[in-house]
Nanobody
Framework: QVQLVESGGGLVQAGGSLRLSCAASIRTFTSYTMGWFRQAPGKEREFVAATSWSGGSTYYADSVKGRFTISGDGAKNTVYLQMNSLKPEDTAVYYC?????????????????????WGQGTQVAVSS
């Protein structure tokens, strides 16, 4: 069973930065696509960013492109989400997810469909 543990959430003022971490208990960490999603109160969960280790591809939602950066450390089995220039609309619970080993074309990694394992989430609150 894969376990994902997120950390790094908190309260920050608009314009500030946070770095989220997701530690994964996956032996072959570098074989999987890792992603971040978020869910704001009263809204559906939405894609934020993902990275495909094997192909070196990264994916970003338009709403965070240029402000957020996803990266990973294979040696630590950890994926990060660096969030800069935060806005109040970034307030949400952020979830880390790992895709299964089924092949999907790139467009699907912007959706929840390929992601098989999910963390419990970490709260991010951005004040105006």
């Amino acid at each position: 069973q894969v376990q994902l543990v997120e950390s790094g959430g908190g309260l920050v003022q608009a314009g500030g930065s946070l770095r989220l971490s997701c530690a994964a208990s996956i032996r072959t960490f570098t074989s999987y696509t890792m992603g971040w999603f978020r869910q704001a109160p009263g809204k559906e969960r939405e894609f934020v960013a993902a990275t495909s280790w094997s192909g070196g591809s990264t994916y970003y939602a338009d709403s965070v492109k240029g402000r957020f950066t996803i990266s990973g450390d294979g040696a630590k089995n950890t994926v990060y989400l660096q969030m800069n220039s935060l806005k109040p609309e970034d307030t949400a619970v952020y979830y880390c997810a790992v895709a299964g080993d089924t092949f999907y074309s790139d467009r699907y990694y912007y959706t929840a469909r390929p992601y098989k394992y999910w963390g419990q989430g970490t709260q991010v609150a951005v004040s105006s």
